[in-house]
């Protein structure tokens, strides 16, 4: 019995477009819950310490400012490790092994640009670990020290993020809608939970975190503006 060409390349591996070349290919080892399971592990681990070295440092820290620190902390792992990982091994995820490699192919499930090359996927999570990363760390410090630059730093770092997740959204959604390419497997959880949801964090974050930052500075403008008045009357 002849097997179809597209039959064969869609049971090579389980991405879409079906038949998309994944040279050296090598399917993982662990499930997508167990994946899940290892990343939020990872992520409540990096909270709870982060958490912890900020009580010490600062017990005195307002909740909503300590929320938010714990956010760029948890920013700057993500950005400079796991996704300068696939930044630095972008010619050869599809055939990574280590635990990272294994999750960026589970959530290669949903946009297997991640495992092609794409040149948009790859610049942009270079330029993401290279600047938002180290600098989600400087943020985290200067909002526990209450440094005058934090307002300033937090705006731009939130509008990289927030910049960078809508063209990374519209450059697939033009791929789908013009060229009828789709890179996610057609289950609704890949496209929900991970294209939609995994992303969806540094779309409605950062586009909070920037009002506040734009009214934080307004206010201090409009008080140097006021004592300038003030000053310029005596």
Known sequence: MTVAPEIAMEAAHPYFPLGVPLPAYIANE????QLVGVFATGASVILGAAFLIINRVRPT???TETLTALWFVLCGFIHF???GYFAYNYHQMPSRMDIFGQLWKEYALSDSRYLTQD???VTMEAVTALFWGPLSFLCAGFIVTSHPMRYPLQLIISLGQFYGDVLYYATCTFTAMVDKIHFCRPEDFYYWAYYVLCNAFWIVIPGMLMISSVKHTGRA????????KANKGK
């Open 30 to 33: 662990f499930n997508g819950p």
């Open 81 to 83: 490790f796991f996704e």
């Open 61 to 63: 820290l307002a909740k």
């Open 221 to 228: 403008f409009a008080q140097v503006q006021k004592a300038e």
């Open 119 to 121: 040149s948009f996927v």
